[in-house]
């Protein structure tokens, strides 16, 4: 079924081929409200005119998407699969169009007819498909695998619920689901051809082959199909267009024929439609394990329908299978894949029938993990007899897997019962529980942190009994990196183009061009036009900040700003009841004196996971201060307190630029990277922080004098907290002036904070604030002083920019193709 050669020319004639100009694109923009949406001129709106356009642009997109896979399949070269349960991609258009180069057409091409093209990007959707910096991180993964020409995809479920929408009410935080396909997606591709059956429940029959050899197979189980759906990912500056693959779930067969015939038509419909939840809606959990089994049934489906496509892909090329791992490199976002190790070394044992040792050795080969978190309430678990239940075949290969493991260490370290517990992948609890991270590190060649004191701190810590185990070189660092492209380029293109008309724009390709940039660090001139662009974004988030709650900002004063979600370990708590004592400090101040003080804004922004009652608690507090704060005439020239309501990745584009300090500020060795803080100083900020995830790289890379640090260090945090336990926690002065404003009711009733500040007081105090109160205070006051002085603080902020390049994830990427997936880059002609 392929095109005779002969008539190949004809083909090639009417090929899509780039827009030459404004004009071709605005023929097809016509063409798609006429055809694809069925409207007119006299019927086009904002969203159709977004519609069009994005389906122009799609259309490009999905010819080099085509012939990127042509090339890769034809080529036969090794690809990188990256496992993750979340994309947190945001909107598609304006990235499409930079990553293309077809912007300047599309926005002159639009605006002849009346549009502008910031709105139509605006009627985008968020695809919100992740909850936070995993998530994100895996979106901005994929732009730079598509960017550097490797040959990667990304493998997700196809939610159609994404995280949920946030709204304040009464200063409470409620949640609406985000239904993010209303209008269908001009991004998706649907592969309704591709889909694979995948079974829960059943047995395991034991059964003697043709060769007199035991076997087992998995059988009589629910079956459920799994559907492809295909997002072209663009890379910058390059032809080649890689592929991001979501899974929905579907009934297997429309009817269950047997209730249908019995008469029973509504229930026989029903049952299929259960099918569907599984791929439904995204778990809203950010570093938590709920361990549902219905989130167990999304891992699964989603593991296995991917392994099954790799898998197929694969047999096409006609290849022994101890090449496998030559030519597949399979890395799992956190351990929500880790059963992808299992479903392999299944299908090699059961339905390719190697023999365990020669299958095993080649899923170790094929796997790396990379571990994001250290906090023992998000390290998945699953209990065995849930286990047993959906997945019995799975939990006797766990079984197997564990035995074999065992035995090793037992020849590596005789007679030590106590270890051989430690690392078992089953924990003897009641129920027993399979420990998913242990699983994933036995089956991977590689394990990752995603920042250098996270790396060393799992090596100490969590993976401790596994380096010595395995010795140190399987676990390595991979710094966690974010996309110049969205990051800078696209949601900064005011520095963006300031910084080019410096040093050019090759800096979008390769970050490391900054460093061209710091030799205009003194130049007073550049230092006001750099001035001037953070201005131009306080003012833009300033109408943002207008428009949602009415509350209006005075771009010239200092934007403090901590945007992430809500989590008691990321400290929220501490911002906020700084703010509350510098409220305190101010209304006892003279105006004279008030007028003296730094003139500050405290943005937040975040969602709670639903279930999360402190985090809840936490974002309470701070809109109560800011009714409190903003309604207060003496506050107005000296201090506003915003809560942004539904921080995502849109409004993140245009928070970020505007900030001139942002907050980093987890309990030492809690928070494993961080991503937001190299988005914030990328775009001129600096930042407050304690020496935790990437903060330390961030400093060294920045330099001390251009990064506010303080708090305890993470080596100090568990001496405290013995101390906390044993002898009390130690309230100074100062955070007890603001509990007592606090209990005063001046906010409110106070019962609504009671447990928050009991849990410092008399509960511990588990990250630690009470005990980094006073220098926090202390670097927010030394940073008071300093902004005073907007020639250094430029000049700071400029070197700052010059020494970011490290962090492109462009970078992250070569990191991990050379470390872990050994595979080279495999670019598409233009
Ligand atoms: C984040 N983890 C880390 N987890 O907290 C952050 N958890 O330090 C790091 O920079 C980032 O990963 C990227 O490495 C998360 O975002 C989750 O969202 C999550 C989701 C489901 C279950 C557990």
Known sequence: NTIPLESRQIWKKFSLGEFGDKQEFQQEFVRHVETSLARSLYNCDDLAAYQAASQAVRDRLVVAWNRTQQKHTLTDTKRVYYLSLEFLMGRALDNAMLNTRTKQYAREGVKDFGFRLEDLIEQEPDAALGNGGLGRLAACFVDSLASENYPGWGYGLRYEYGIFKQKIIDGYQVEQP????????????????????????????HYTDDEGVHRRCWEGGDVVRAV???????????????????????????????????????????EQQRAETISAVLYPNDNFDSGKELRLK???LWVAASLNDIVRRFKKSKRPWREFPEQIAIQLNDTHPTLAI?????????????????????????????????????????????????LPRHLEIIYDINLYFLQEVEAKFPNDRELLSRVSIIEESQPQQARMAY??????????????????????TIFKDFVAVYGGDKFINVTNGITPRRWLHQANPELSDLIASKIGSGFVKDLSELRHLEKFADDEDFQRQWMLVKHKRKEKLAALVKSQSGVVLNPDHLFDIQVKRIHEYKRQQLNI???????????????????????????????????????????????????????????????????VEDYNVSKAEIIIPASDISEHISTAGTEASGTSNMKFVLNGGLIIGTVDGANVEITREIGEDNIYLFGHLADEVEDIRHKHKYGGVQVGKKLQQVFDFIQSGALGDPEIYTSLLHSIKYGGDYYLVSDDFDAYLEAQHTINHDFKDTKEWARKSIVSVSRMGFFSS???????????????PSPVEE
């Open 439 to 460: 699983l994933a590190i036995i089956g991977s060649h590689k394990v990752n942190g995603v920042a250098e004191l996270h790396s060393d701190l799992i090596k100490k």
């Open 577 to 643: 009841l700084g703010v509350i004592h510098r409220y305190v400090e101010l209304k006892q101040m003279s105006p004279e004196e008030r007028r003296k003080m730094t003139p500050r804004v405290s943005l937040f922004g975040g969602k709670s996971a639903p279930g999360y009652y402190m985090a809840k608690t936490i974002i309470k507090l701070i809109n109560d201060v800011g009714k409190v704060v903003n309604n207060d005439p003496d506050m107005f020239d000296s201090l506003k307190v915003v809560f």
């Open 298 to 300: 999304q891992q699964y």
């Open 228 to 270: 492809a759906s295909d997002f072209p990912v663009p890379g910058y500056g390059t032809a080649n267009v890689n592929n991001l693959r979501l899974w929905s779930s579907k009934p297997a067969q429309e009817f269950d024929f047997a209730k249908f015939n019995a008469g029973d038509y509504i229930n026989s419909v029903s």
């Open 810 to 824: 462009d970078r992250a990427i070569r990191d991990y193709a050379e470390g872990i997936w050994n595979v080279e």
């Open 342 to 390: 299992v479903e392999l070394q299944r299908i090699f044992v059961d339905l390719e029938q190697l023999p365990w040792k020669e299958a095993w050795d080649l899923v170790v080969e094929t796997f790396g993990y990379t571990n994001h978190t250290v906090l023992p309430e998000a390290l998945e678990k699953w209990p065995v007899p849930m286990l047993e239940n959906l």
């Open 178 to 205: 985000d239904y993010w396909l209303t209008y269908g997606s001009s991004w998706e591709i649907p592969r309704n051809e591709i889909s694979v059956d995948i079974m829960f429940y059943g047995y395991v029959r």
